[in-house]
């Protein structure tokens, strides 16, 4: 793998900043002997890194045994099989800042193990995102959030351009607000062969994609003292954005089943005019073996609701460690060695959203020199989405559950069973008995 | 004595060649439903161990006669059953009598006949998954490409085609058994009382009616209650096709429960609906093992 | 034309007919099978790519780990665990089920009737009701993430159906035969496996595949009581080609033919016996 020179400098000066912590040696401590037991997220973006590990274990002298290697969902019923059967024989687990609050209290409060210098090089809101009660349960690996990919030459087409302006009154350009965003994928789409823009349908991801559009109308999902606020007007008018497009036909007709996956794949098949994604996929739109649209992909922030607010529904990947953990030194140094500079670059080069401060500039400059201006763009939009618009959803043990509320009453409006009103009334009745039984209220 | 001994070696005997069954079944089987019949009277959360130990009485159970959701998957359950066990029935029965009916070359054909068998339920679920995608699935694009529609039709998400498209796919995996079930009772009906009713001019539906349908419904009754034993595997199915969405259209019992017990991490409530599931399951399979003793009687051929 | 002739001509004309018929079910297996030698951005192309422009064995070289590809996926131990897993459960079965059968053929006792009603119900516990006190006792045991684990469950799933085709089977013998040969100086034991064993080994043969089958195909409960390659089955290697935002399709393809080949090999193998045994077994019983 080639390196520039300044990302291997940089490198060993993060290196060097971390280990200053830990006296003058540079290394991770010494645990000869030991074995460390670890269930990893697994699948193909997550991968490149754990071939990593062994640089680690070569430098503490300790072995690493991964039990488990399983998609985030597998890995969600494990770890809560293991919490119900009292298994917890293992230090360091793969976690996301939306499933966390889940887990109660199961994972130590790393701030009593990884010193304040460490943890200054990550990103302060990322960090924040990962803190439950007041406690940091999870040390970032890599964030996401969305923005809106749209394909480039639909914009730089002069007719386009001119009929657009004649039919809406203002200038084609890549789309600043929903209602923007409403407009064109209207102008664009031909079904069922071309579509103006396309949204998961179901699980936590289209509650996700209302709850951040519902931020972006001015809403909010719970009151102050926890009662579900979220069929509000506002909410009525970030369901709606939803509902008008698939009534109009402009999505693909099949996004009530839609999952990542599908939207990922429907954009890179060059169907789709514009599609709100997260940044791994970046990459991949533009590569010219997989998608069919290289080359024509353009960026911009996600755009504005009527409230001002962008959508900045975010999340992370991150690592814990187990209060029942039998070397919690040890799987301290494990989870800061695959956090460090140098690792996340790994990562980084691959389109995945780094967490620490250092590695964002490392990474656009080593895109730019590279001549992948492309990346470059990406990084940098995504660098002031994720300082300026990033948000996660409440970090309560109980939003999976009231997303499994949520969903599919979103799902009733888009299919036409309930009105968008109807439909948030029925979701926050059982929401709100979900919280009153959790004892919120 | 010597008789004795012979007596009580015939009554021991059959105990001893079924302790191993029942042992397995008690402790693989009983043991755990016992379990989770506890939980289901309790609050229990997977998140929070400690709520096992708190006693609610009947609470889950009472809480399910106002869950419209879960009676509604209930219904849905029913219905599933009920048209997907009938559809296979009739290919199964279509596909044997045909194959029944050739003089050579069948061994190829019942092979070929086997083949869905091969496939894992979670593996059938993902191929009509993208079979039926509405963008870039086969199945559109074949009609599409025969100019059959000018557009996507939503599989997965229309009211009625997403219960079509899981019946489809579980009919596809599971019409094989029937047919190698009812091909076998086929085979083994004698074929001299059919040469006679067509001599005397009977057409072929009242030859069907009268002579191989009779003999064929313990054969019928039994695959009815072997595929009721294990209809539950459709879960794999339908989990994967749609998750029981849209809206809930797809919704089983099963799904539902996975998602109350596993994602929601409320096992006792889970555990309350698994249970009035399984009682849904028993009602199936003792229905068609009581007609299946009927009909045996029938025949003569029971003890 | 002369009468064989005729008769001739038509029983190619069936059979080409319900060969026909028979490939037209078999399409949605076969699109997999085809799949399986394709690129992903063929197979999910639009507009759709109806005659594959090339045919390439990348998907399975992807899954061993040959070429350019990231990570292998550990196939080997997937597929030593399910043929040990399987074919072990699926024998201790059959010896449980002849066992099993043989007491309810030969013998009258009390309770006979609910007592083979009640070990077929056994087996309509939907799976998900089992899966997490299966969990918490396996973990107490210490049997998680083990072929033992496994294995048990899989013989407790096929037990049932076992016992009912097997005990069908010996109802077909006729008991004289056995009587006979204890009359010249056989145990039961002996007459057994001299005289009904050899007589039912069709129907045995019938319920081997259909428990092989199931222990092969399993998923639900493997994901819950699998973890690591360990014990982890081909079926639940499946689940290795998804992650939070993909499904390899290709690559899952190829990885289905792997499960499916040696199960269709097995099958036709042991196909005469099938039929025959289901034949004799079932109508009685």
């Known amino acids: 793998m080639k390196r520039s020179f300044k990302a291997l400098t940089l490198g060993v000066s993060a290196v060097a900043l971390i280990a200053g912590a830990a006296a003058a040696e540079m290394d991770y401590g010494s645990f000869d002997g030991y074995t460390l037991r670890v269930k990893l997220i697994g699948g193909a973006q997550y991968e490149p890194l754990y071939a990593e590990i062994g640089e680690w274990e070569e430098m503490t002298g300790a072995t690493v045994q991964i039990l488990s290697r399983q998609n985030h969902f597998e890995l969600d019923r494990e770890i809560k099989q293991d919490i119900a059967a009292g298994t917890l024989n293992w230090c360091v687990g793969s976690n996301h800042t939306s499933f966390a609050p889940q887990y109660g209290n199961i994972y130590t409060d790393l701030r009593e193990l990884i010193s304040e210098d460490v943890l200054a090089e990550f990103v302060p809101l990322v960090l924040e995102h990962s803190t439950v009660g007041g406690r940091l349960v999870q040390l970032p690996r890599h964030s996401d959030v969305s923005n809106l990919f749209y394909i480039r030459s639909l914009y730089e087409d002069e007719e386009n351009a001119a009929a657009f302006e004649a039919e809406y009154g203002y200038p084609l350009a890549p789309p600043e607000t929903w209602e923007q965003v409403r407009d064109q994928a209207m102008f664009f789409a031909d079904p069922p062969n071309f579509f103006g823009t396309q949204f998961v349908g179901r699980d936590e991801a289209i509650t996700g994609r209302f709850y951040e559009m519902l931020v972006a109308e001015g809403g909010q999902l719970f009151t102050d003292d926890w009662e579900p606020a979220f069929n509000s007007e506002a909410g009525v008018r970030a369901l709606s954005w939803f509902v008008d497009l698939y009534d109009a036909g402009v999505v693909p007709a099949g996004v009530p089943n839609y999952l990542w996956d599908d939207t990922g794949l429907g954009f890179a098949s060059g169907s789709v005019a514009l599609n709100l994604d997260w940044a791994g996929w970046a990459a991949f739109f533009n590569d010219e073996d997989e998608s069919a649209i290289a080359g024509d992909v353009g960026v911009t922030r996600a755009p504005m609701g009527s409230a001002g607010l962008r959508t900045g529904w975010s999340g992370s990947h991150t690592f814990s460690i187990t209060e029942t953990c039998d070397n919690k030194e040890a799987a301290a140094s494990f989870i800061t060695f695959l956090t460090d500079h140098d690792r996340q670059m790994v990562e980084a080069r691959r389109g995945l959203l780094p967490t620490r401060t250092a590695v964002w500039d490392t990474a656009m400059g080593e895109f730019r020199e590279a001549g992948d201006d492309f990346l470059a763009e990406v990084f940098e939009t995504f660098q002031t989405s994720m300082t300026e618009d990033a948000f996660t959803p409440p970090l309560i043990a109980e939003w999976i559950e009231v997303s499994n509320e949520l969903w599919p009453r979103l799902q009733s409006a888009m299919v036409g069973d309930m009105s968008p009103q109807d439909a948030l009334d029925k979701a926050a009745r059982e929401a709100l008995i979900i919280m009153e039984d959790a004892g919120y209220r | 004595m010597f008789r004795a001994i012979r007596t009580r070696q015939t009554t021991l005997a059959p105990l001893v060649l079924l302790l191993p069954a029942f042992t397995v079944m008690l402790f693989v089987v009983a043991m755990p439903l016992a379990f989770s019949f506890y939980t289901s009277l309790t609050p229990y959360r997977l998140t929070r161990p400690e709520s096992i130990e708190i006693y609610i009485g009947a609470r889950n159970y009472i809480r399910l006669w106002d869950n419209a959701a879960f009676w509604a998957a209930f219904w849905r359950t029913i219905l599933f059953l009920a048209i997907a066990l009938n559809v296979e029935l009739l290919l199964g029965l279509g596909i044997a009598l045909l194959i029944n009916k050739l003089t050579w070359g069948q061994r190829t054909l019942r092979t070929i006949m086997m083949f869905p068998m091969m496939f894992s339920p979670i593996l059938v679920g993902f191929q009509f998954k993208f079979i039926f995608n509405d963008n870039i699935g086969i199945v559109n694009n074949a009609l599409q490409s025969l100019g059959l529609i000018d557009r996507a039709i939503p599989w997965l998400v229309d009211a009625q085609l997403a219960m079509f498209s899981i019946i489809v796919a579980e009919v596809w995996m599971s019409t094989s058994i029937f047919a190698i079930l009812l091909l076998a009772g086929l085979l083994a009906m004698p074929r001299d009382p059919i040469e006679a009713a067509r001599v005397d001019g009977c057409n072929s539906w009242q030859v069907f009616r009268h002579i191989p349908l009779p003999f064929l419904m313990p054969f019928i009754f039994i695959a009815m209650t072997i595929r009721s034993l294990d209809v539950a595997r459709a879960y794999d199915i339908v989990h994967v096709m749609t998750g029981g969405g849209p809206a809930g259209r797809t919704e089983l019992l099963w799904t539902l429960i996975a998602r109350v017990g596993y994602n929601n991490a409320r096992m006792g409530e889970a555990n309350a609906m698994a249970y009035v599931s399984t009682l849904l399951s028993i009602a199936f399979t003792v229905f068609f093992f009581r007609k299946l003793m009927a009909a045996r009687r029938y025949m003569g051929g029971a003890e | 034309m002369s009468r064989a002739v005729r008769q001739r001509v038509q029983a190619v004309a069936l059979w080409i007919a319900t060969f026909l018929l028979m490939v037209i079910m078999c399409i949605p297996g076969l699109w997999v099978v085809l799949s399986a030698f394709r690129p992903n951005r063929e197979i999910l192309a639009r507009p759709p790519v109806w005659v594959p422009e090339r045919l390439t064995f990348n998907n ?226």
């Open chain 3, 60 to 285: 399975f070289a992807k899954i061993f780990g040959l070429g350019d590809a990231q990570v292998a996926i550990p196939v080997g131990s997937y597929f030593m665990n399910s043929v040990v897993i399987a074919l072990t459960s699926t024998f201790v079965a059959l010896v449980i089920g002849m066992a099993g059968g043989y007491a309810f053929a030969r013998f009258r006792f009390r309770f006979k009737n609910s007592l083979f009603l009640s070990l077929m119900l056994f087996r309509t516990v939907p799976g998900i009701a089992l899966s997490l006190p299966l969990f918490m006792l396996w973990s107490r045991l210490g049997i998680i993430d083990t072929q033992m684990g496994l294995i048990i469950v899989y013989i407790a799933l096929n037990v049932p159906f076992t016992i009912w085709l097997i005990d069908g089977f010996f109802r077909q013998i006729p008991m004289s035969l056995s009587e006979a040969a204890q009359v010249d100086g056989c145990t039961r034991w002996q007459a057994f496996w001299k005289i009904e064993f050899p007589l039912a080994k069709g129907g045995i043969a019938a319920a081997g595949v259909f428990a092989f089958l199931t222990s092969w195909n399993e998923y639900a409960l493997a994901a819950q009581l699998t973890r690591s390659t360990d014990s982890k089955t081909l079926p639940v290697g499946l689940m290795d080609f998804t992650a939070q935002f993909t499904i390899d399709w290709a690559g899952m393809s190829a990885m289905a033919v792997i499960i499916i080949v040696p199960a269709l090999i097995l099958t036709f193998l042991v196909q005469k016996h099938l039929i025959r045994g289901l034949t004799f077994g079932g109508v009685k019983g």
